[in-house]
């Protein structure tokens, strides 16, 4: 059985710091790994979707790498702003189309 | 439209009704997801529909839950008798290319069985 953990449970950082979320799954056999955020109360926005054979992708200030082998995900925000504050949500794609989500980190940039 | 719309936003419930949740998906997208986010225990997978068919439904917690699509589009998601544990925001989500795409979710319907 696919289980997702994501760490930290929860971040708090100053406005400004480069920060990293860390995600690792328990089976390699994936065909893609996602990150989204959640905002209270919203649904979830998806941030990154990088497919099995990919190592990384960028978007803005967002970067997020797979290793597949190792089981690992990392997204690396540079320059933390307020705005940044959500759940941060991994999440695997396995066999059957379902993605499994890991419990999230919750991040606080502080102003 | 723009987005997955997802109604009612909110619905609030005794024990033992029945409940409808709806899912309109983005026009064009031939996969579509359900989704249960309890307090606790996460976003957890219900149903998986391409096109009208819904080749896993393995996440269904009990007979009590079912969900159907109708013309590649919109679905429902029944609950019936509703128990207290069922409350939770149900998430929908689709998809153009289930093999390789993105999920695109909506905001949810955050049920809450008293």
């Known amino acids: 059985k696919q289980e997702v953990t994501q760490i930290p449970a929860a971040l708090s950082v100053p406005e400004g710091e480069n920060l990293v979320l860390n995600c690792s799954f328990t089976?390699?056999?994936?065909?893609?790994l996602q990150w989204f955020r959640q905002d209270p109360g919203k649904g979830l926005t998806s941030l990154l979707l990088i497919q099995s054979s990919q190592r990384e992708q960028t978007s803005g200030r967002l970067n997020a790498s797979l290793d597949k082998s190792s089981g690992r995900s990392t997204l690396y925000i540079a320059a933390s702003q307020p705005g940044d504050s959500a759940t941060y949500l991994c999440a695997v794609r396995k066999y059957g189309n379902k993605l499994v989500f890991g419990a999230g980190t919750i991040l606080r940039v502080k102003s | 439209g723009a987005g997955v719309s997802q109604s009612p936003s909110n619905k609030v419930t005794e024990k033992g009704k029945d409940v409808e949740l709806r899912c309109d998906p983005i026009s064009g997208h031939t996969a579509l997801y359900w989704y249960r986010q309890s307090l606790g225990q996460g976003l957890e997978f219900l149903i998986y529909?391409?096109?009208?068919?819904?080749?896993?439904k393995s996440g269904l917690p009990s007979d009590r839950f079912s969900a159907e699509r109708t013309g590649g589009s919109v679905s429902t998601l029944t609950i019936q008798r509703t128990q207290q544990e069922d409350s939770a925001v149900y998430l929908c989500?689709?998809?153009?290319?289930?093999?390789?795409?993105?999920?695109?979710f909506g905001a949810g319907t955050r049920l809450s069985v008293l």
């Open positions: 989500a689709s998809s153009f290319d289930p093999g390789r795409d993105i999920q695109y």
């Open positions: 529909f391409q096109g009208n068919s819904a080749p896993d």
């Open positions: 089976d390699s056999a994936i065909y893609n």
